[in-house]
C-alpha cells in the first residue's frame, strides 16, 4: 500500500494541540516537548549539583574520624595552671596556659621548639624540625633517616597571643595509617611523655594510646527504613522531607564543626551542604507549582547528599569523630540521611523522566 508524503487528518499523527498537518516520519510534538523538557531537566539537576556538591577539605591534615584513643593520665608534678588535653581522639595535642605563668618545650631533638610567655604570647621556632614534622599526622617533611637537621639556627615567629598551642605530636598517635595491634587486653598500643618546663621548673605529661573496637556495619541498616519513609513521604511533601534530612545534616555537621579549635578543623562541607539542602527545600516549596523544576531541585540534592555521605562515611564505621568523639548520634543520623535522600530523590527522578502518555490511535 502506498503511503502518502503527508498524513492529512489523522488525528494519532497531527501535531499536538494544532490542527496542522505535519510530515510523515516527523517527531510528534509531545514527544519532542518530552525530550526538551528532560534535557532542562538534565541540565537543571546537574547544575544543581555542582552548586550543592560538598566542598573539599581546606585545611591542612585536619583532625579525623578514627578508632585511636590518645589520653593524658599525668602530669607531675600537677599543675593548674596548664591544661594539657588531646584533640580529635589522638590527633592534636594542646597546652594552654594561665597569664602570668610560662611554658618551654623542646622538640623530638631536644632543639628550641615553644616558648608560651606570661602575658600568653606563643612563639614558635619554625627551624626546628619537630615543628616542620608537627605540621601533619604522619611527618611528612622528615628527613629519609629520621634524623635531625644539622642547622642550629632559630627562627622564632608569634603563633598566637591567647597562651594556647595545639600541634601534631607524633608521639601520642600511631605514625600509620594502617590499624595499630594492641599489646594487652584493654586495647593498650604504647605509652608516651611529653616533657616541658612550666615557671621554670620541669615537668613530664605521660599518657597512652589505645586502639578501640570499630562500630558494627549494622548501623547502615538504619538506611533501609529511611529509604522507604523518604519514597512514601515524598509523594506529596518531598521538599519537607529535604527540609529534615537537610537539618539533620547541619545540625550533625555544626557539632563535629564547632567542637574543634579552628586549627583542627576540616571544611564544614556537612554543616554546609545541610544548610543548603534547607535552602533549595524552601525554594521548592516556592515553585510548588513547577513540579519538574521542584523534582529537579530534589534530585540534584539527594544525589549531593549522597555523596556527601559517602565522603563521611568514616563518621559511622569509626569509633571517634572528630568534635563529636564516641557519638552514638551521629551513627544514627547519616544513614537515615542517606535512606532518606535516596528514597525522597528516587521518587522525584522517576517523576521527572516518567514517560509521557501516548496518543491514541484513531
Known sequence: MEVSVRLVGSAAFKAVGT????PAGSIPVHLRQFVSRRVQALVACTLGFLILAPPAGVFADAARPGNTESVVESVEPSSDVVRVDIVGGDAFVRVRVGRGHTLEM?????????????????????????FRTSKSRYGSGTKPDGSASKTNDESWVVAARNGTYLWHDHRVHWMS????????????????????????????????????????SWWWLLAVPAVTVGFVLSRRAAPGTFAGAGALFAVNGA????GLPSEARTAPGMLALGLLVVIVSVVAVILRQHREIVDALVTSAAVALLVAV??????????????????????????IVAGLALGTGARALRRLFAKPVSIASV
Open 19 to 22: 490542527s496542522e498537518p505535519r
Open 106 to 130: 623542646s622538640g623530638y631533638y631536644d632543639e628550641p621548639f615553644v616558648r608560651i610567655a606570661d602575658d600568653g604570647t606563643v612563639v614558635v621556632n619554625e627551624s626546628s624540625d619537630t
Open 177 to 216: 595509617p594502617a590499624a595499630p595491634q594492641p599489646i594487652d587486653d584493654r586495647g593498650l598500643v604504647q605509652r608516651w611523655t611529653i616533657p616541658m618546663t612550666i615557671d621554670g621548673r620541669a615537668t613530664l605529661v605521660s599518657g597512652s594510646l589505645y586502639q578501640r573496637d570499630a562500630p558494627g
Open 255 to 258: 557539632f563535629m564543626y564547632w
Open 310 to 335: 559517602v565522603i563521611d562515611r568514616g563518621t559511622v564505621t569509626n569509633r571517634f569523630v572528630p568534635g563529636l568523639g564516641d557519638c552514638v548520634v551521629v551513627r544514627l543520623v547519616v544513614p
